[in-house]
């Protein structure tokens, strides 16, 4: 490779070039500081500028001893990953809600007064935004603003991208969201990860999260996923009581499964938070491929929000946004929504009873598409040994925001589940850890 240049503009700018063109490859190791200083006739510093911009610019990663390499693109697991089509395995591991508790979509498609918008209209149905607020209204006891985004994640990127810049730290759940952490690796933020219970978020790790320099901290307030935790009354209190000295950072709540959940919503945002937003996308009880959320946000957050929303395409689609709509406002999809929120509660609380028989303890009851187990064995041997026999379910690492914890734990996806399949599953379960438990003794 050829660098050039004599300031640190310009070395940062000989490397990016390459790396556009082709001429370094990801993963290629950039000569040492001390070396490519001699060679270009500069100041070690100046070099040690350089690498830090590249690195502050996604281009770069150090590696310790092992050096500065051109960074790659992460590669991120992903939800829907379970068994495939043409395996024979019960798909435990994809996290997707029961296709039989989701309305029709195109059924409504043609219902109502979509009109068929040109550029220049309003970005939010009417409708939909009056329906918004007053579900958010519930909740919130301060002015806010709504506004609709391409779904959570979309939401929750756009958000942290017009308050943040690389490399700053993240307060996130551990476990957690497999598209939060996604979000946070491709957009170069560090995480603070927060540790979890049956409860949610603790507020002692929140605290050290903050203590740290959390300029942001993203929460889901209950169906937690992959655990199933939601927060407790009192705990949501204490969580309020944590971030309200710290009125600066960025609030994001995450509350995905808000129309079927079996849990309240206990808000952890306190009054006198700058910066906040309370996300509620759709995609679990009106389908995945409605890509749509509502967001709800301080009038600052909300602004930065739409600016950035606008530099694309400036709306969501109003045929999504009509679908929505309809389907929000019909009673027989809310009869549908509590058949969900009980069948979903009936199923993960009959996986937890059933692996409680068998001698694998659940500690909390949990709420959502998922049950996270602990089993105090290799995960990932205990993947592979449940595949052979017919089961898929995810290694607990995988939700980690440092993929090395989580090495003993499992997410099972209990959506679909029956009485006999969460049987026989706890007991396959049951012999496979009993076979990768060391001899007594």
Known sequence: MIIRGTTAAE???????QVASGGLAPGSVLPPV?????????NRNTVALAYRRLVDAGVAETRGRGGTVVAAVPQLAREGTGAGAGDDRVDLAGGNPDPGLLPDLLAVARRGDYGRPLYGEPAVDAGLDAWARADFAED???PFRTLVTHGAVDATERLLDAHLTRGDLVA??????????GILRLNGYRSAPVAVDGAGMRPDALR?????????????????NPTGASLTGERAADLRAVLAGHPQVLVVEDDHFSAVSARPYHRITPPGSARWALVRSVSKFLGPDLRLALVAADAATATHLEARLGAGTSWVSHLLQHITRELLLDPRVHE????????????????????????????HRPDGLNVWVDLGVDARAAVTALAVRGWAVRPGHLFAPDPSAHRGAIRVTSSTLTAARAEAFAAALAEVVAGL????G
């Open 11 to 17: 070395i940062a700018g000989s490397v990016r070039d």
């Open 34 to 42: 001390r070396a490519l200083a001699a060679e270009l006739g500069v």
């Open 140 to 142: 919130i006891d301060h």
């Open 172 to 181: 996130i759940e551990d476990p957690c969201f497999l598209a939060s952490i």
């Open 208 to 224: 050290a999260a903050l203590e740290a320099g959390a300029r942001a901290v993203v929460c889901t307030p209950r169906a937690h």
């Open 336 to 363: 549908l929504h509590e058949r969900a929120r009980e069948a979903y509660a009936r199923r993960s609380g009959l996986l937890v009873e059933r692996l409680r028989a068998h001698g694998i303890d659940v500690p």
């Open 437 to 440: 438990r060391p001899p007594a």
